[in-house]
């Protein structure tokens, strides 16, 4: 029998497949050819109607996955597959193309839409989610892949163009209720997760943790803020947000949790005093201070009430954490020492009978005068709480 016999016809032409593709001339041969057939709005248009075609066969499109996974699963396919996206990718004209393309594709309505419904299908399915979770993550525990993510990141945002997309994007997003109420429940899913709460927040302090990553986001928000439409959004926004008392309970819950913990709160104290030792931060917020209360008069009344309500509430607080309580006489039992109301009787008549009275920080020293007793200030507040006698009236000056 020769050599090879056993192997069946497929598998002969398989590898004959992959011997032709592995030789980059013939590969060059086959993108030039492509390229030149997509030119040709006509086979384009026949190409995206055939896949349509064999798209909206569920068994097409089951087969076809099927045959895709069976492929990625190979490690010698996905690093053919990757280094070859590598090579398209650094071809700038091949970048302009696909960019031009998914234009082109996302400026038609009907094409978007498919897209979209396309993609709700697919997160639908919780094995793809679970997957693409996994795949995430092996790219993301990969210096090098963060490293190239990061400067495209950074040459698509340094593009005026596609900042001013992006930003238009988000507007329509944001301007639509029930967008925002999906982007809200998604994140509360994801916080509800332990996992992913812990992944998110150590990325987070990685972030916030890198130099020259705090100095981007700041000189970033600097522009943004000194813009005055951006700043009335945002003041509109954070206005919108605080009217509901929903968010202001669990934005007070929250800052409650994170006071109990003496961990965070002294994160919190040492990332305001490094933020306030620096010259140039507490310039700048000064500066902003000012530019606020001179924009916006009502700015300064709306904060002036509100630290007057505080102050109050504090008062009343604790006025009435000082009243005695209202427990009934007692009958009976161990009787007061007479020492308690000689005392109470000379703090009453310090406070009550003489003019001008005495103030509560020489009450101590007034009653060891008069009684040679000791009592600290709070002692002498609870008896005269205690024992005070409305029938005692202030002594008139001019009485002899």
């Not at 010259?279 to 000012?290: A, D, G, L």
Request: hydrophobic content about 30%; some cysteine.
């Amino acid at each position: 029998m020769k050599k090879g016999s056993q192997h069946s016809e497929e598998t002969r032409r398989r590898e004959a497949l992959r011997r032709t593709l592995a030789d980059p001339e013939v590969e060059q041969r086959r993108v030039e050819s492509l390229r030149r057939a997509l030119a040709d709005p006509e086979v384009e248009q026949r190409r995206v109607e055939g896949l349509r075609r064999a798209l909206a066969d569920p068994e097409v499109c089951e087969r076809r996955t099927e045959g895709l996974r069976r492929a990625l699963a190979n490690p010698e396919v996905r690093k053919r597959r990757s280094e070859s996206m590598k090579r398209v990718w650094a071809d700038p004209e091949a970048r302009k193309r696909r960019s031009e393309s998914m234009r082109r594709a996302w400026a038609d309505p009907e094409k978007r839409k498919r897209m979209t419904e396309a993609n709700r299908r697919t997160v639908a399915d919780p094995e793809v989610r679970k997957r693409k979770r996994e795949a995430l993550r092996r790219t993301a525990a990969d210096p090098e892949v963060r490293k190239r993510v990061a400067e495209g990141l950074r040459r698509s945002w340094a593009d005026p163009e596609v900042r001013k997309r992006r930003s238009e994007s988000m507007r329509r997003v944001s301007a639509d209720p029930e967008k925002r109420k999906q982007m809200v429940e998604g994140l509360r899913r994801s916080w509800a997760d332990p996992e992913k709460r812990r992944q998110m927040t150590e990325a987070n302090r990685r972030t916030a943790a890198d130099p020259e990553v705090r100095k981007r986001v700041a000189e970033g928000l600097r522009r943004a803020l000194a813009d005055p439409e951006v700043r009335k959004r945002r003041s509109e926004s954070m206005r919108r947000v605080w009217a509901d008392p929903e968010v202001r309970r669990r934005r007070s819950e929250s800052m409650r949790r994170i006071s109990a913990d003496p961990e965070k709160r002294k994160q919190m104290v040492e990332g305001l005093r490094r933020s306030w030792a620096d010259p140039e931060v507490r310039k700048r917020r000064s500066e902003s201070m000012r530019r606020a209360w001179t924009l916006d008069p009502s700015r300064r009344e709306s904060l002036s009430d509100r630290y007057k309500n505080m102050w109050a509430e504090h008062r009343a607080k604790v006025q009435a954490a000082r009243q005695p309580s209202a427990k009934p006489a007692r009958r009976g039992g161990r009787p007061r020492h007479p020492e308690s109301a000689e005392n109470a009787a000379v703090i009453i008549e310090a406070r009550d009978g003489l003019v001008p009275q005495v103030s509560w920080s020489k009450m101590p020293e007034f009653l060891f005068q008069k009684t040679g007793r000791t009592l600290s200030v709070g002692g002498c507040r609870s008896l005269y709480e205690e024992y005070k006698m409305p029938s005692v009236q202030p002594r008139d000056a001019t009485a002899t």
